[in-house]
């Protein structure tokens, strides 16, 4: 019984390796790597399959969760709400909460983000900004005419919140402690 438990972990020690990278990175460069989203995503099936109760109805209540999330997340991407990146870790982050723990992901990660975004107003929020290259999209991936927050009011700075570190957070904190009951 021991073995698997600590089988059980591999996955899960992957999942919280690939989201901290994801907050890194979105941290630093304001972009979350596709290649970091589709690992978490191809890391599910073995930890599905190697957990102590596997549940093919949990993981397909998940991936339910998942595409309703991701769906809206588009709705606000093309609005310019959002970030792509944003919206697909999001996703990511919901296919390992699950259906229970899909509304304390979301909940948790609103907070997160609004503290984050508090962070950002303070002059340690100019050091971050300051420390990120200059241009945030450097692929052109975000939609033409994008909303950016703060850009309509006359010389007003936008303040850009690399919102993968609130979903990182969140999910590590939904996610990771059921893990280790029972």
């Not at 999330?69 to 792509?84: D, E, H, K, P, Y």
């Not at 107003?121 to 692929?139: C, E, K, S, V, Y």
């Not at 919102?163 to 999910?171: E, K, Q």
Request: include cysteine; glycine fraction near 12%.
């Amino acid at each position: 019984m021991t073995m698997s438990v600590a089988l059980h972990l591999v996955p899960l020690a992957g999942f919280a390796g690939l989201m901290a990278t994801a907050a890194f990175e979105d941290l630093r460069r304001l972009v979350i790597p596709n290649r970091l989203v589709l690992l978490l995503c191809l890391l599910l099936p073995l930890h599905v399959a190697i957990a102590p109760t596997p549940s093919l109805a949990a993981a397909g209540g998940a991936a339910l969760c998942a595409a309703a999330v991701f769906a809206t997340g588009a709705l606000f991407f093309a609005r310019g709400l959002i970030g792509g990146g944003d919206v697909k870790l999001l996703a990511a982050a919901t296919l390992w909460a699950g259906p229970g723990a899909t509304p304390a992901l979301l909940v948790a990660t609103g907070l997160l983000g609004g503290l984050l975004s508090l962070l950002l107003l303070t002059p340690m929020g100019g050091l971050i900004a300051a420390a990120r290259p200059t241009r945030p999209d450097p692929a052109g991936a975000a939609p033409p005419g994008a909303a950016v927050p703060g850009a309509a009011l006359p010389g007003a700075t936008p303040v850009l919140v690399p919102y993968g570190v609130a979903i990182a957070a969140a999910a590590l904190i939904v996610t990771i402690p059921p893990n280790f009951n029972g």
